[in-house]
């Protein structure tokens, strides 16, 4: 279950940026889709710049320690940027490019974090659980929560979804570390 909640905030932070925020575009605002579709494909290749840039950043300050600055960058997100979405192209632009780049760097250690979790007997299946049931909590619920709760109590509302998704990767994180010191 640990290694599920390690990787939660890049898998919510992945639907919020892609399905939730169309979505809401789309049903709430003026706004073209086309045109939030461009954007969302710049903040596509945003992401994968930013995956490239996690694997130079983990190998001089540890996958961890990433990993937790990035959870805590998406709880600071996840306080004013779905208010974004109600702002206008601008700000809807700002929350695509932000979260993007929150995506990919968190996104691009989430995978190796999952899988050094196992010994290497029970690796693959390890990391197989456990990613599936990160992708089950974190994101396969992730754009219908967050639309409801948006509708139902405003964009802020949503954000609080992300941030228990970074909360929860920050408590795996400080778990995690707590049994690998008591087993090492």
């Known amino acids: 279950m640990i290694g599920a909640f390690a990787p939660l905030a890049s898998f919510a932070l992945f639907h919020m940026v892609t399905v939730f925020s169309l979505s809401w575009v789309v049903l709430f605002t003026n706004e073209a889709a086309a045109r939030f579709l461009i954007v969302e494909m710049g903040g596509a290749l945003i992401c994968v710049l930013a995956i490239v840039a996690s694997g130079l950043i983990a190998d001089r300050v540890g996958r961890r320690y990433l990993l937790g600055f990035c959870a805590g960058a998406i709880a600071a997100y996840s306080g004013f940027a779905p208010q974004l979405l109600g702002t206008g192209e601008i700000g809807t632009a700002a929350f695509m490019i932000i979260g993007f780049v929150l995506l990919?760097?968190?996104?691009?250690?989430?995978?190796?974090?999952v899988a050094s979790s196992f010994s290497?007997?029970?690796?693959?299946?390890?990391?197989?659980?456990t990613s599936d049931l990160a992708w089950l909590f974190g994101a396969?619920?992730?754009?219908?929560?967050?639309?409801?709760?948006?509708?139902?109590y405003g964009l802020l509302a949503a954000g609080g979804y992300l941030l228990s998704g970074a909360l929860g990767t920050l408590a795996a994180l400080a778990i995690n570390k707590e049994l690998a010191s008591r087993i090492g």
Do not use: K, V
Not at 120 to 129: F, K, Q, V
Not at 140 to 152: K, S
């Open 120 to 129: 290497m007997p029970s690796r693959y299946t390890g990391s197989a659980l």
């Open 104 to 113: 990919g760097l968190s996104f691009g250690q989430s995978s190796g974090a």
């Open 140 to 152: 396969g619920f992730a754009p219908l929560a967050a639309l409801l709760l948006a509708t139902n």
